[in-house]
């Protein structure tokens, strides 16, 4: 069965302390891999797609990069900005709609 | 370029009665997937539009529907509410060209009590 499991949970951070998120995924024939950012009460806002091993992308303090088995998000000195909930999504399932972690709550305090 | 918009953004509704939502997706994308959006369940695929027809559909009862219009616009149905239907309920629409990024709108809360 295809699945997207992203750890940890939640994660709280003081402001410029760099980290990781991560996003292990079961799926046969990887079609990319979607991150999102989604601030309460708002709608996913679309990051970054990687579609092959080794592939990284960047924008602002994020870093994301793809393996066979899974993706990771890099925060680099984060800001109090960069607090919100982060979903990683693959194409799967028997007709590849994307298939969403349950995301990593992620809190930067000043 | 707009954004996906979704209306409304907030309703309140009672067990038993029935709501439609809609939703106008980015100008010029055909697609429009729909997700309903739990803190416990997290984001679950409900079903996907193309064209004016229903091309993927997920694991939901068939209290859940939906349809798209000739404009791409989509709207989507849920009858005989329940309890556990209150949720955040968001679409996205994706482009063409074989860009599988999908953008989604703000939302709409659903609250049914």
Redesign the interface.
């Known amino acids: 069965e295809d699945q997207v499991t992203q750890s940890p949970e939640a994660l709280r951070l003081q402001e410029g302390e760099s980290s990781s998120l991560n996003c292990s995924y079961t799926v046969s024939g990887l079609r990319g891999l979607f991150w999102y950012r989604q601030d309460p009460g708002k709608g996913p806002e679309f990051l970054f797609t990687l579609y092959s091993a080794g592939e990284e992308k960047e924008k602002e303090r994020l870093k994301a990069t793809l393996t066979k088995k899974e993706s990771f998000l890099h925060i680099t000195a984060p800001k109090p900005e960069d607090s919100a909930t982060y979903l990683c999504a693959v194409p799967g399932g028997s007709q590849g709609n994307l298939i969403f972690g349950k995301g990593t709550k992620l809190s930067v305090k000043p | 370029k707009a954004g996906?918009t979704?209306t409304p953004r907030y309703l309140i509704k009672t067990r038993g009665q029935q709501v439609t939502l809609s939703c106008s997706p980015i100008s010029g994308h055909r697609s429009v997937?729909w997700?309903q959006q739990t803190p416990g369940q997290?984001?679950?695929?409900l079903f996907?539009y193309f064209s004016e027809t229903q091309?993927?559909k997920?694991n939901f009862p068939g209290r859940f529907s939906g349809r798209q219009f000739s404009n791409s616009r989509s709207e989507m149905n849920v009858s005989t509410l329940e309890l556990g239907d209150s949720a955040?309920y968001?679409c996205?629409s994706t482009g063409l060209g074989g860009e599988?990024?999908?953008?989604?709108?703000?939302?709409t809360?659903l609250l049914v009590l």
């Open positions: 996906v979704q997937s997700y997290g984001l679950q695929f996907e091309r993927n997920g955040l968001l996205a599988e990024t999908q953008y989604f709108g703000p939302g809360r």
